[in-house]
């Protein structure tokens, strides 16, 4: 088995972002969506963002934010990808590209096979998707919402572009949800949450060590 690559999103606080930095994470998420108990505000960004730079990829994740709002991102933050989690258009990703020069992660929300249609329009011009759960009937949050789908629906997936997985992950299902997926990626937030929004250190150096674990197995036999 290749390296896993994990992204730990969400993180608000510098004693989670330094043991997701500590603990290996390739990606660390910033939340920038008011909506959500994750959410941070630019100054407290900055201030994680140059803990993670040059260690780990900077995720910042928005939701249907306007070019304006993406810029002010960009400017102040300096992200390495910006993950778009709404409903945005592939040329509005393609517009936010052009601008902003930085890589880009669309997420598409999954409940059913017909779902992952989707991707094939976005890996177009994004450099990579992520695959989350649908959320629940009535949220107005897109993500972080610990639900999952069928891992077994990307398995032979042939997208061309790298995926994640996110939804519903955690310490006991992640090596399943591994085996099932075929996935080299994986998004987690609410998994290493001691409540909702609010990370805790200690779960996140677990849950890293844990995948960790599963490569070291993997590659015994």
């Known amino acids: 088995m290749s390296d896993i690559k994990v992204k730990i999103c969400g993180l608000s606080t510098e004693d989670t972002m330094q043991a997701a930095l500590d603990a290996g994470a390739d990606m660390v998420g910033l939340v920038f969506f008011p909506k959500s108990p994750r959410h941070v505000n630019l100054s407290d960004a900055c201030k994680l963002a140059d ?7 900077i995720v910042a994740l928005t939701v249907n934010m306007d070019l304006d709002g993406l810029s002010r991102i960009n400017e102040l933050v ?10 945005e258009a592939p040329e509005s990703l393609a517009a936010a590209k052009v601008m902003h020069g930085k890589k880009i992660m669309k997420a598409i929300s999954v409940s059913d096979e017909s779902d992952l249609e989707q991707a094939l329009y976005y890996s177009i011009v994004a450099d990579r998707i992520l695959f989350d759960a649908k959320p629940p009937a009535g949220s107005d949050i897109p993500g972080g919402n610990g639900v999952s789908f069928d891992w077994t629906l990307l398995k032979d997936l042939d997208l061309k572009k790298p995926f994640m997985l996110s939804g519903g992950l955690n310490m006991d299902n992640v090596a399943e949800a591994i085996r099932l997926s075929g996935a080299k990626e994986i998004d987690l ?3 290493v949450e001691r409540e909702r929004g609010v990370k805790d250190p200690a779960l996140i150096r677990s849950f890293l060590a844990k995948v960790k674990n599963i490569q070291a197995e993997a590659v015994k036999e």
């Open 189 to 191: 937030s609410s998994g």
């Open 51 to 57: 803990m993670a730079r040059g260690k780990a990829d």
């Open 78 to 87: 300096a992200p390495d990808y910006f993950q778009f989690h709404g409903s």
